[in-house]
């Protein structure tokens, strides 16, 4: 299963960005979307995951601004990221763990990355 990550960019503090995660390949079924984010010097963090029935959880420093979400039917996650401040400057990664379609079995990946840069 291969991941594909878009949406990053420059944006001034305050503005909006929105990241998109498509998966491709054999699935069966997507457990668990995520988003992570590495910036420089530091390790990656976990963003936000939402899981197959909705679920989500954040991280408290994008809780109330940034919103997780997914389609199903197209395999898609998104981040919709408002308010953005520059320490929301990073690499963001998605993640995806699930099963895929032939064989059946458990699968787990990451996107290649897509920057984000918040500065005026």
């Known amino acids: 299963v291969q991941l594909q990550a878009s949406g990053g960019g420059l944006v001034q503090p305050g503005g909006s960005l929105r990241l998109s995660c498509a998966a491709s390949?054999?699935?069966?079924?997507?457990?668990?979307m995520g988003w992570y984010r590495q910036a420089p010097g530091k390790q990656r963090e976990l963003v936000a995951v939402?899981?197959?029935?909705?679920?989500?959880n954040y991280a408290d420093s994008v809780k109330g601004r940034f919103t997780i979400s997914r389609d199903n039917a197209k395999n898609t996650g998104y981040l919709q990221m408002n308010s953005l401040k520059p320490e929301d400057t990073a690499v963001y990664y998605c993640?995806?763990?699930?099963?895929?379609?032939?064989?059946?079995?458990?699968?787990?990946?990451w996107g290649q990355g897509t920057q984000v840069t918040v500065s005026s």
């Open positions: 939402i899981t197959s029935g909705g679920s989500t």
């Open positions: 390949g054999s699935i069966f079924s997507i457990n668990a």
């Open positions: 993640n995806a763990r699930g099963y895929s379609g032939s064989p059946r079995i458990p699968f787990g990946s």
